[in-house]
């Protein structure tokens, strides 16, 4: 029977991220990377025409100036 503790968390930038508090356990450590597929970056241009309906430059423009609104802004 192993008493092996698992820490889940991810690996970013040379930096393990533990997804909570680490134990209080010592001992000899491995860190294990399970590399996940790359997402393909998506282009802006691949979004065109997506929209369920498109929206007038005045209903954007009073959306924009409802959520000024809204932070507070002057």
């Known amino acids: 029977m192993s008493n092996e503790v698992i820490v889940p ?3 970013v930038d040379h930096t393990f991220i533990p997804e ?3 134990p ?3 001992g000899q450590a491995e860190l294990r990377i399970r590399p996940r597929p ?3 970056p998506v ?3 691949s979004l065109f025409g997506k929209a ?6 005045n209903e954007i ?5 409802e959520d000024r ?5 002057p």
């Open 61 to 65: 423009a009073a959306q924009i100036n």
């Open 69 to 73: 609104n809204d932070w507070g802004e």
């Open 43 to 45: 282009s802006v241009f």
């Open 20 to 22: 909570g508090p680490l």
């Open 38 to 40: 790359s997402l393909s």
């Open 24 to 26: 209080d356990a010592e």
């Open 9 to 11: 968390g991810r690996y």
């Open 52 to 57: 369920k309906r498109l929206r007038t430059a």
